[in-house]
């Protein structure tokens, strides 16, 4: 996508390799997304409310994948256990100016399944899934 920081959103689906490269900044998508999402992503965020496709998070270094539906990932993403996290409160709350489902999505997402990836990289990067 090319995008260095600031807000993306989109209120319908996105194709394939989503937030590739992505170096900071936050991209919200409303509808589903296609393979590649968040693939050799540097930092930075990507939540995603509906489906993802194929190698999500392929070769990703750093940075936060943020679904509402459970994905597929590959064997090189660990599995960390739920959790509650303090910081997602405080993202949902930066977000309440949109208009957009986003603005009003933290107050049903506050547990979330966490997976560390990609671990064929550095593996900093993680997956959190709404529980």
């Given at each position: 996508m090319g995008m260095r920081g600031g807000l993306i959103l989109v209120k319908g689906n996105a194709g394939?390799?989503?937030?590739?490269?992505?170096?900071?900044?936050?991209?919200?998508?409303?509808?589903?997304?296609?393979?590649?999402?968040?693939?050799?992503?540097?930092?930075?965020?990507i939540a995603v409310?509906?489906?993802?496709?194929?190698?999500?998070?392929?070769?990703?270094?750093?940075?936060?994948?943020?679904?509402?539906?459970?994905?597929?990932?590959?064997?090189?993403?660990?599995?960390?256990?739920?959790h509650t996290l303090a910081f997602l409160p405080m993202v949902f709350d930066s977000l309440a100016h949109l208009d957009s489902r986003f603005a009003h999505a933290g107050e049903s997402f506050n547990r979330v399944q966490r997976y560390a990836g990609d671990m064929a990289e550095i593996g900093r990067g993680e997956v959190l899934v709404k529980r």
């Amino acid at each position: 996508m090319g995008m260095r920081g600031g807000l993306i959103l989109v209120k319908g689906n996105a194709g394939a390799r989503v937030g590739d490269h992505l170096r900071r900044g936050m991209i919200l998508i409303e509808g589903s997304v296609g393979d590649y999402c968040g693939s050799r992503m540097i930092a930075g965020t990507i939540a995603v409310m509906g489906q993802t496709g194929r190698f999500l998070g392929y070769a990703m270094r750093r940075g936060t994948l943020l679904l509402w539906q459970q994905p597929e990932l590959s064997a090189s993403f660990n599995d960390c256990g739920s959790h509650t996290l303090a910081f997602l409160p405080m993202v949902f709350d930066s977000l309440a100016h949109l208009d957009s489902r986003f603005a009003h999505a933290g107050e049903s997402f506050n547990r979330v399944q966490r997976y560390a990836g990609d671990m064929a990289e550095i593996g900093r990067g993680e997956v959190l899934v709404k529980r």
